[in-house]
């Protein structure tokens, strides 16, 4: 009797041990699973940018415009993975270290960063790490993408690039180690809360625009001689707008891969300072976002379709950071009122500060990133964040957005003016005059299409001849002088 | 279940099985610096070609902009030059 009860208890624990490893097997390949489809939704996203920034180029720049994107790509992958993960993984403490006291809530994950470890290899025993860089290096293309709308149609393609390398593979992902991981020396100091990234992606690449487009001016003929702004007309808006809706498609995966899956423990999602939410959660914010977004942005642009768009983009930056605890009907006011802001920020950046951002980002991007952030410090205060539990309060976020904005605006200005030095920010003025696609590519992308008299948007409202404008501009930008030197 | 990989061979406690050695090893070093040698030299080359390019077209429009080609067409400024027609 006794030998069989001992028989009974070994087989048993044998098939309990069996199905306990075979749990955790699952578990594994769900969360490997997840992160890459979320990667793959994420493209839509480089997809959105794309047709969005070409749409909303002059025909005579599309294809540089477009290209911009696609390059991006090819420079911040490898950065990122030679150096940009390396910085999240072993510069939470910040440079020099901190000096705070935290518990190491993935002990060895600086090691697993490097690009000889394991952690970025073929590996049968991790199921994890590679598709959670991947997931990362989706935010680093969008970070880099943020800034590219802004300088589209006078920057050097090579200049952007290099700019995209620095913003996508370092500054970003500096700030990230900082306030978006569970050991950045903001969260477990002063428990800052950015769950979905207003401040750490959107805010930092919007100071980071802000900086470059200081040193790289606006398009010719942008301005008129009294300082008034004029509005080039985007070669095609839908395709401007189609563009956007795809953002606004990627931005769920976005969302869904800023979340940690814990399958076997309660509640089964934790934020990225691993503090629990759920996945229905956030996806009621971001789409209330968007409905609130929109309402705010057709309001305030008086029914203008795309800052109707760009306002819905603002709405869900502005409750990001907050995302995994706003109640939907929270995260539909607060939108509203990003969308509202946007619109008021961008008429003001492009109007009074006379800043030609191209697309808005600086607005929609910069501005409501850190809004969103200063929202959290209303709105979840007391919540408590991270694996210190620090309650967030509007001392740490403030402590975030003093950390961020400098270190987003001096890097993209400093790196900015060193290129304009150099003389390799911005094309000639003969060339952005003749437009960038005949310089880069030497044809015309629309060969079979007619040219029709490109025509400006005059500051009163009113569609004047371009051609007349522009040579105007490029007069009064040479001053009969060439602007930049050649063979240099 | 489907069970192809010769473990008998390679051991059940194989983790990483890198074409060039496992973690850390020289083979993977190797890789590594090659890998970013191309980085920079793709970065490099990115600001050449295009300057290449920029320039030749700059120094073109501008000839034709002193000889007073610049004309005024129904699209936008059409500067004339040899090069482009």
């Keep these: 009797m006794g030998t069989s009860v001992w028989l009974l208890a070994a087989t048993v624990e044998e098939r309990v041990d069996a199905l306990e490893s075979a749990n955790t097997l699952d578990s594994q390949i769900l969360t490997e699973q997840f992160y890459f ?6 493209w839509l996203i480089h997809v959105g940018f794309m047709a969005y920034e070409s749409g909303a180029a002059r025909r005579k720049n599309i294809m540089s415009t477009a290209m911009k994107n696609i390059l991006t790509i090819a420079v911040v992958t490898p950065t990122f993975y030679y150096f940009g993960w390396y910085i999240y993984g072993c510069m939470e403490e910040g440079w020099p270290k901190s000096g705070h006291d935290s518990p190491d809530a993935f002990p060895g994950f600086c090691g697993l960063t490097a690009p000889w470890s394991e952690g970025l290899g073929p ?51 500096l700030d990230a180690a900082w306030g978006w991981s569970s050991g950045g020396w903001l969260t477990t100091r002063f428990g800052f809360h950015d769950s979905i990234a207003s401040g750490v992606v959107h805010g930092v690449a919007g100071a980071f625009t802000l900086g470059v487009l200081l040193n790289l001016g ?4 942008k301005y008129d001689i009294a300082g008034r702004a004029r509005s080039f007309r985007p070669h095609n808006t839908h395709m401007t707008l189609m563009g956007l809706m795809l953002i606004f498609t990627g931005f769920y995966a976005f969302y869904a891969a800023c979340l940690v899956i814990q399958s076997t423990v309660f509640p089964g999602w934790l934020n990225i300072y691993l503090s ?23 309001f305030a642009s008086k029914g203008d379709p795309f800052w109707t768009l760009s306002g819905g983009l603002a709405g869900v930056i502005a409750v990001s950071a907050g ?8 995260a539909y006011l607060l939108s509203f009122s990003g969308g509202m802001a946007c619109v008021w920020v961008g008429n003001f950046i492009e109007r009074r500060l006379r800043i030609d951002d191209a697309v808005g980002a600086v607005a929609v991007h910069g501005f409501c990133g850190f809004y969103g952030v200063f929202l959290v410090g209303i ?22 957005m003093m950390t961020f904005l400098p270190l987003g605006f001096l890097s993209g200005y400093a790196m900015s003016w060193v290129l304009k030095k150099l ?27 007619e040219r029709i008299p490109e025509v400006i948007v005059g500051p009163d409202g009113e569609e004047l001849e371009a051609g007349p404008i522009l040579l105007d501009g490029y007069r009064a930008v040479t001053n009969g002088r060439p602007t930049t030197r050649v063979g240099a | 279940m489907f069970d192809a990989f010769p473990f008998d061979e390679w051991s059940e406690e194989i983790t990483t099985f890198w074409t060039f050695g496992v973690e850390g090893d020289t083979g993977t070093i ?17 600001v050449r070609l295009e300057s290449q390019k920029l320039d030749a077209q700059t120094a073109a429009l501008r000839q034709a902009l002193a000889s007073a080609d610049a004309t005024v067409t129904t699209t936008t400024v059409t500067i004339t030059t040899t090069e482009l027609e």
């Excluded at chain 1, 606006?218 to 003929?221: L, V």
């Excluded at chain 2, 090659?34 to 490099?44: A, D």
């Design chain 1, 218 to 221: 606006p398009r010719i003929g």
């Design chain 1, 323 to 330: 995302a995994d605890v706003y109640h939907p009907s929270l």
């Design chain 1, 423 to 449: 003389n390799l920010l911005r094309v000639s003025a003969e060339v952005e005059l003749e437009g960038l696609d005949l310089a880069e590519f030497q044809r015309d992308f629309y060969p079979e299409f």
């Design chain 1, 37 to 42: 489809w979320t990667v793959v939704l994420m």
């Design chain 1, 276 to 298: 629990p939410t759920t996945l229905g959660t956030i996806a009621m914010v971001i789409t209330f976002g968007f409905a609130g977004g929109f309402t705010g942005g057709w």
């Design chain 2, 30 to 46: 190797i890789l590594t610096i090659l890998g970013v040698l191309l980085m920079i030299g793709s970065l490099v080359q990115f």
């Design chain 1, 123 to 173: 590996n049968l025993q991790d199921h994890v790490s590679l598709v959670f860089f991947l997931a990362f290096l989706l935010f680093s293309w969008t970070t880099a993408s943020i800034m590219s709308g802004a300088l589209i149609e006078r920057v050097r393609l090579s200049a952007f690039l290099l700019l995209a390398v620095m913003l996508g593979s370092v500054v970003w992902i």
């Design chain 1, 379 to 400: 709105f979840a205060g007391g919540y408590p964040t991270g694996v210190n539990n620090i309650e967030s309060s509007m001392g740490g976020q403030l402590m975030g």
